[in-house]
């Protein structure tokens, strides 16, 4: 069954979104719940696929039990985008706070005004989450080897290796900080996952890389190259590639890494691909869900490949 997309030209526009690169707007349903509207960017006519990207995500995320936030395909003007629901309920569950704010005030020389600094890695993370005052968000899985938020977010890199997520940045991230005295931070559901996929490449490209017919213009050199918003440690930083990340999260959790790495062996490629499969051929031309559904399986076979 196709994914259904939520009409929300009556819903009440409560403010603007700031935050990131693209026009979003804040909208309240009738019940009182609160969803975030992003509009679908244009280029040269045609819609950029950030918001089919999202949305498989968010589906992908679901099957591996991966704490996220609730996305749905929305129509708002005419203009088609999606909706994200307010994982803070409106700050009842706490106030979001972004990584970038956190790694700054845990070490005031950290470059909380960059948008990709060489000193977001892995290591810095991990070990801000390892911190016992930030708990795991109350959706994650209640298991021996997934005790901390820093457990639960090596699930979020395993996530974002499968649907090649290259935007991990340190405001793609964060905890809800709730003033309830003696009341834990949480780590937040992971979100904004719009940079997966391939959603930047033009059909003709994919088609290109799906044909195999370069050997250096594949749908596996792509998943090979994309690179990740987190830094390797030491004197010559380099940028780490979306696997690289959560290999660098396996070193530190292991733990953690093979429960996550046994919830992905026990979802069948076929599952993976349905979550493709389902959006709208309205909304994904056939290039589109080819190549999506190739890039699942490239990287749900290179990170079993780990086990």
């Known amino acids: ?5 939520c009409n929300v030209d009556d819903w009440i526009a409560i403010e603007e979104e700031s935050l990131g690169s693209k026009r979003k707007v804040w909208l309240e349903q009738s019940e009182g719940e609160r969803w975030l509207f992003k509009y679908s960017r244009m280029n040269s006519g045609s819609l950029v696929g950030e918001h089919w990207a999202e949305k498989i995500a968010a589906e992908v ?56 600094p060489s000193t977001h890695t892995v290591k810095r993370v991990m070990a801000y989450l390892r911190n016992p005052r930030v708990a795991k968000p109350g959706e994650a899985p209640e298991t021996v080897s997934v005790r901390t938020a820093a457990d639960v977010f090596v699930g979020y890199l395993m996530l974002d290796a499968i649907v090649g997520n290259t935007d991990r940045h340190h405001e793609n991230w964060g905890i809800l900080r709730t003033p309830r005295l003696g009341t834990p931070a949480t780590l937040a559901p992971s979100f904004d996952h719009a940079s997966s996929l391939g959603r930047e490449l033009s059909d003709d490209v994919r088609i290109a890389r799906l044909s195999g017919k370069v050997s250096n213009r594949t749908v596996e050199r792509y ?20 696997r690289e990340a959560f290999v660098k999260a396996r070193e530190i959790r292991p733990g953690a890494a093979a429960y996550w790495l046994s919830q ?24 589109m869900k080819e ?7 490239v990287n749900r076979r290179c990170l079993l490949e780990m086990t």
């Open 223 to 242: 998943c090979v190259k994309g690179r990740s918003s987190f830094y390797s440690e030491g004197e010559s930083p380099r940028q780490l590639s979306v």
């Open 291 to 297: 190549f999506a559904c190739k890039l699942l399986e």
């Open 264 to 287: 992905l062996r026990r979802v069948s490629e076929e599952r993976l691909m349905e979550c493709v499969q389902r959006v709208s051929g309205a909304i994904m031309s056939s290039p």
């Open 61 to 116: 995320a679901a099957v591996l039990a991966v704490p996220h936030a609730q996305v749905e395909f929305a129509s708002r003007d005419g203009l088609l985008g999606v909706i994200s629901k307010d994982f803070t309920a409106s700050r009842d569950r706490g106030a979001l706070v972004l990584g970038n704010e956190l790694l700054f005030r845990s070490d005031p020389g950290y470059a909380r005004d960059e948008q990709k």
């Open 1 to 5: 069954m196709e994914y259904s997309v």
